[in-house]
């Protein structure tokens, strides 16, 4: 998906949320509709921050991926606790006991909650980390994809473990002496 100018020069318009997409110490501001697709997002998002010519993730030498597809979202595990860190913006496919103890799944690939911010309950001003997708090595699991390659068959970033996520948020503690 390309994303135009026009696309990231649109103003905000009374139904959209604002999302900020936090990565080291930078954030990236984008107003979009509550039912617009991860997907277009991350196309907004890769977009966005190629039209301020950065060649490389902020603060390091991790190159800007190709595609959107190659990026991950991620969300505090606790919004009132940035300590507890971010999880990755995926909900896993899971039984739960239902009202009158009927078995249901909720969550997988193609799950509402997984396709739009409001699915996943993003509301205006909701911190959403990014970061490269990570590739476990054989024998390891991410939670949705066991492939060592991106949609394209681009060879991805083996680990063996996951990497967490890069976000520094601002502190207003007073420093020690």
Partial sequence: MTVSVEDLAALPMP??????FKFHKS?????????TPFTEIKALLLAA???RNLKYLPNTTIPLPETP???????????????KGWVPL?????ETLGPKGVKKRI?????VLNESPLGAGL???SLVAYRIKAFYKEG??????NDKTSGEGTPGIEIDEDPGWDVVLPSFEDEGE
Avoid: C, W
């Fill in 15 to 20: 139904d959209m949320i604002t999302l900020l």
């Fill in 27 to 35: 954030t990236t501001v984008l107003s979009v509709l509550p039912t």
């Fill in 49 to 51: 921050l190629q039209s």
């Fill in 69 to 83: 597809q190659e990026l991950e979202f991620g969300v505090l595990a606790d919004k009132r606790d940035p300590s």
């Fill in 90 to 94: 995926y909900i896993n496919e899971q």
């Fill in 107 to 111: 969550g997988g690939k193609s799950s």
């Fill in 123 to 125: 509301t205006d001003g």
């Fill in 140 to 145: 390891q699991k991410d939670g949705h994809d």
